[in-house]
């Protein structure tokens, strides 16, 4: 009479109405076997075609809204320190004027993108932290749009904002395209090209290149003939180029046990104008001093900002947000768009960022599914003692993808190496619905003598409710982290919507795909042995038939001669 009671009294009929819409099912399926099978083949196709027909997208990680960003800006190449600190400032205006930023932290003329970062006079990072999710109507994507919306208002400013990752920095942008080759007039050229398909993508932002041509710089071309002439050497113009300009601290001073370095350089006016860089002297190997223009000539130019190496080769690596978009879709999309790209003799493209590390994590992860697939295999070959029945149970597992990559689907979530965790995980829970089922068929036909079919009408009857059971409490307990708000609840909610998903579709496909296979492996058990019997039978009297008149005319032969 109580209200628990009732509960208990409810809920035992409506399982004993499932169970016996289940049980009729269940004799339907081992009556239209090939039906069955045909049907979970097709929903198979269909949830797999999910993946390239882009419902499903694909990450190395999900972005998760934590409510931390790096705001890195740029002025244009040679202002000063102070001509950055005094844009920075104007930005650090605009962006506190933002009720939900909580706090703020500047640096000029540095920038911390990615574990290694950059110096330079130009550029600066504001570090901005949002107050509580909880607290704020606005996503932090919401924000980033608002504060580069207002900040390129600016005139001159270079504005790029990337999440703060795991790791506590700046992650650099999610794709790089890194173009390689010995030329390097080529391979910007190439980039060049390469960003401008890039800007093409939907889903791609602020497309930049990692160095930028315009820097300012004095370039000093030698003459190695006059300079042999005169008694010089590179290394010895060289080295004093450098103490001119960089300076040399190898000298120290010491007073008492402290030690204090010394550092050695022209002053800043006697290296500023080129007519003074002209009368640098140097003394070669007859003790004569020679001056620079003697045997270079010293202009102004202009540089890129920045000259990387990949593999020994010039590089210049294209960069790109991702808005909208995994970034697996974008750079498929991308890697399309450039098959028509016609690149110069040497220079190639290789793919860097969050690209490469989702090639080589799912890469891993595949060879992990499988290894957990055949060890999963192997324990059940060496408990059940039998190589047929665990083949049975396997069958439990495509049946799981179909609802893993459904849910992800449906929820609009990406494929990540978390979801993908979630799916080897499904390898061993899904594969209990089908060991109960299993365990119990092969138990009754032991034991009682039943037939496959009486038998597994008896196992279905008798496990399904434990299967209910573990199945059901499994997808409560996912059901906080899959339906979870809080921060950084986006990296782990595929990984719970996987479980969830393959969990479910193994509950109501694996109680009836099992006993469809497993009734068909036990005939082929019996026919499988009487079929390769006949099979030998017939060739040992195909060969008798051909090798008794090959005997006989033999016999003839040796009689008669």
Not at 39 to 52: F, R
Not at 311 to 317: A, F, I, L, P, Q
Not at 518 to 537: G, M, N, Q, S
Request: no cysteine.
């Amino acid at each position: 009479d109580t209200l628990l009671g009732k509960f208990a009294f409810w809920f035992e009929r409506m399982y004993h109405k499932f169970a016996e819409q289940y049980i009729h099912i269940l004799r339907w399926s081992l009556n239209n076997k090939w039906k069955v099978v045909l049907l979970t083949t097709s929903l198979m196709i269909a949830s797999l075609a999910l993946v390239p027909l882009g419902f499903v997208g694909s990450e190395f990680m999900t972005v998760a809204d934590r409510g931390e960003f790096a705001v890195t800006i740029e002025v244009p190449s040679g202002s000063t320190v102070q001509h950055t600190n005094h844009v920075t400032q104007e930005v650090e205006k605009i962006i506190s004027s933002f009720p939900e930023i909580s706090k703020m932290f500047v640096n000029v003329g540095v920038s911390s993108e990615g574990l290694i970062g950059q110096s330079s006079n130009n550029v600066s990072e504001l570090n901005v932290t949002l107050v509580p999710k909880s607290e704020r109507t606005k996503s932090t994507d919401d924000m980033i749009l608002e504060i580069k919306k207002n900040v390129r208002k600016i005139p001159g400013v270079t504005v790029r904002v990337n999440p703060i990752g795991i790791f506590g920095v700046a992650n650099q942008t999610p794709i790089a395209l890194i173009v390689s080759g010995p030329n390097y007039d080529e391979v910007r050229f190439a980039s060049e090209k390469v960003m401008k398909i890039v800007r093409t993508v939907p889903g791609t932002a602020d497309v930049r290149l990692s160095s930028e041509l315009g820097k300012p710089e004095h370039r000093i071309e030698l003459d190695r003939e006059k300079m042999s002439d005169l008694g010089l050497t590179l290394g010895e113009v060289g080295a004093t180029l450098r103490i001119a300009f960089n300076g040399d601290d190898d000298s120290k001073f010491r007073e008492g046990s402290t030690e204090h370095p010394i550092r050695i350089v022209l002053d800043q006016f006697d290296r500023s104008k080129i007519q003074d860089i002209e009368n640098l002297s140097f003394k070669n190997n007859k003790g004569q001093q020679i001056e620079l223009k003697q045997f270079a000539t010293i202009f102004r130019s202009t540089g890129p900002t920045k000259l990387q190496r990949q593999d020994r080769n010039y590089s210049v690596t294209v960069f790109s947000q991702a808005v909208g978009r995994p970034i697996g879709s974008i750079t498929d999309d991308i890697k399309k768009a450039l098959t028509v790209l016609q690149l110069p003799h040497g220079v190639a493209i290789m793919y860097s960022g969050d690209e490469k590390n989702r090639a080589e994590g799912f890469t891993s992860l595949l060879l992990a599914l499988a290894a957990a697939i055949l060890f999963v295999y192997m324990i059940m070959v060496a408990l059940y003692d039998s190589y047929i029945y665990p083949f049975v149970v396997l069958f439990s597992i495509p049946v799981a993808m179909i609802g893993a990559i459904l849910a992800l689907a449906l929820t609009m979530k990406s494929l990540s190496i978390f979801s993908m965790l979630g799916v080897i995980m499904l390898i061993g829970l899904v594969a209990k619905n089908a060991i109960l089922l299993v365990d119990r068929t092969s138990q009754m036909q032991k034991d009682h003598g039943m037939s496959a079919a009486d038998a597994l009408v008896e196992a279905g009857q008798t496990r399904l409710r434990p299967i209910l059971m573990t199945t059901a409490s499994m997808i409560v307990g996912m059901s906080p982290i899959a339906f979870s708000l809080s921060a950084g609840s986006e990296w782990k909610s595929g990984l719970a919507w996987a479980l969830i998903g393959g969990l479910t579709s193994s509950l109501l496909l694996t109680l009836v795909l099992v006993p469809v296979v497993y009734i068909k492996v036990d005939e082929w058990r019996v026919t499988f042995p009487a079929f390769i019997k006949r099979l030998f039978r017939k060739r040992i009297k195909q060969e008798t038939s051909e090798t008794i008149p090959e005997l006989a005319t033999a016999v003839e032969f040796s009689n008669g001669k």
